[in-house]
């Protein structure tokens, strides 16, 4: 452990479970059933010959028997690897010349081919069953091969296939003796602090490895150089550092032979706070994105939140898979506009405009010219169109809203710079506005995506008629936002994460 640092020790390692010995070879080689004499040929052309039509006289099926199993060779003995084994069954006949067995990674679609003559001799004792055993496929811990065995010449239709998966590192014989897995007794240490991840090797080890840091996507792409973890130097300690605690940045280790077993442990796959703040405003196309580090999987939109702890209510048409990069065009930049995501992890709010640097309009009531109405003048720094709204509260929160009128423009006028002109206004009847349990809502119509500022349950008395009071004051949005009734249900944003 490293003193006075918030360390975290964990192991690489899949966990063992009991099994029978691999059984043991010393020599590659090819044996046949006694009293056949068989060569064999190692091809590395996979399937180089179009295939004939059999001979009538040729017996079905001639091809009798595929069987697979494992093997394993050392040498020295604390440094074994993997062969496949084929065995096989053929039915001799004249027009055959021999037997071909290929194997193919499916992993990295690597193919070796071997190739067994059968000597013209042996094959004129037609109708007899040849054995064939093939020891010589070399592969790797954990991969799914496909053995294909055919005849030679390679007769059409005449063809047999089986898929087969070597042991891996759980298996107790394989882990134990095999340097692919001996990666999994690595040990690491995640060090927040300095935001470095250390890599030992056992004292034990003799084998050199490589480790490093990579994010996880649709493969594991790099994220650092690899680093070489040398087996027998005196210091066998690497540092692996990262920028950033992502869920998808992972550790990945492997012994340094081809084709060799990669490991990879995620020790933040739970720190995902980072993802949700990949969010970017762009003020000239007010294109509002986010794009996340790793991949995610769940549901983007926007909303807004009517008060301070409401819900965040969805906008129309804003749900988007969250899949990759999300762009929402034409934003407005609201400081009770957010993105809201949903994931098996819960959810989460985020709402970017809060920050003061973003431009916001904001909404007053004040008595209008006319006598027995109140007006609704909206402020902003660059132009813009609105509409106000007169909603009703009920039983549900937000109040109901119906009736729509369009904000008349106002005219440009030099003023105070420093202050944001008015840019529309709407007069509405002071009855209606000053009716109990009426909202008066404003929202900004020449973008795509807009919040709407609301007040509720007007207090007119301090809203004198016209010709009273020239310069009363206003009722704005900054000052009473949105705020429910007294005895309504609030609801309180929680993010949560499941169990």
């Known amino acids: 452990m490293l003193a006075g640092r918030a360390v975290a020790l964990l192991c690489l390692t899949w966990g063992t479970y009991q099994s029978l010995a691999v059984p043991r070879v010393t020599e590659c080689g090819l044996s046949c059933s006694q009293g056949f004499a068989c060569k064999s040929r190692v091809n590395q052309n996979i399937f180089n010959s179009f295939c004939r039509q059999p001979p009538a006289s040729m017996p079905r099926p001639v091809l009798g028997a595929l069987a697979l199993s494992t093997a394993m060779k050392c040498s020295p003995p604390d440094s074994c690897f993997l062969l496949l084994r084929v065995n ?11 037997l071909e067995a290929c194997s193919t990674s499916l992993d990295t679609q690597e193919t070796q081919c071997q190739t067994v003559r059968v000597p013209r001799a042996s094959r004129r004792q037609a109708g007899q069953q040849l054995q064939v055993h093939f020891d010589c496929f070399e592969v790797g811990v954990a991969q799914t091969l496909y053995v294909t065995l055919r005849t030679v010449p390679h007769f059409c239709g005449v063809q047999l296939g089986q898929q087969y998966h070597m042991e891996d590192c759980r298996d107790e014989d394989v882990g134990k003796n095999v340097p692919d897995c001996f990666a999994e007794q690595l040990s690491y240490w995640v060090d927040r602090s300095r935001k470095v991840v250390l890599v030992q090797v056992p004292e034990s080890g003799g084998t050199d490895y ?8 649709f493969t594991c792409e790099d994220a650092g150089t690899p680093v070489l973890v040398t087996g027998n130097s005196i210091s066998r300690r690497v540092s692996l550092p990262y920028s950033q605690e992502l869920s998808c940045l992972c550790l990945e280790v492997w012994s340094a032979t081809p084709d060799a077993v990669r490991i990879q442990t995620c020790p933040f796959k739970d720190d995902t706070e980072s993802l949700w703040d990949a969010i970017h405003y762009h003020l000239g196309s007010q294109v509002l994105s986010w794009e996340p580090a790793c991949p995610m999987r769940g549901r983007v939109s926007l909303c807004w939140r009517p008060g301070p702890g409401a819900h965040c209510l969805e906008l129309k048409h804003s749900g988007r898979p969250a899949r990759g990069k999300v762009q929402y065009p034409l934003v407005d930049t609201q400081p009770q506009l957010c993105l809201k995501f949903s994931t098996s992890l ?9 920050q003061p640097r973003f431009p916001a309009w904001k909404m007053t009531v004040q008595p209008a010219p006319a006598p027995g109405r109140l007006r609704v003048a909206f402020f902003s720094s660059s132009p813009a169109r609105f509409q106000v709204c007169v909603c009703h509260q009920g039983k549900t929160w937000p109040p109901d809203c119906r009736r729509l009128l369009q904000a008349t423009p106002v005219p440009a006028a ?11 206004f709407v007069d509405i009847p002071r009855d209606e506005a000053c009716a109990p349990s009426t909202c008066i809502q404003g929202r900004r119509t020449d973008v795509q995506f807009s919040a709407p500022q609301q007040l509720c349950n007007l207090q007119c008395g301090d809203l004198p008629d016209p010709g009273i009071e020239p310069r009363s004051p206003a009722l704005q ?17 929680a993010p949560h994460k499941a169990a």
Not at 346 to 354: D, E, I, L, S, Y
Request: glycine share 8%; charged share 25%; with cysteine.
């Open 88 to 98: 096989a069954s053929l039915t001799l006949h004249e027009s055959l010349q021999g």
């Open 210 to 217: 490589y480790a490093r840091l990579c994010l996880k996507r």
């Open 346 to 354: 819960g959810f989460q709010v985020r709402c970017p405009f809060k």
């Open 414 to 424: 030099s003023g105070d710079p420093t202050e944001d002109p008015a840019v529309a």
């Open 477 to 493: 949005t900054d000052a009473l936002l949105s705020e429910p009734p007294d005895g309504w249900r609030r609801g309180v944003y």
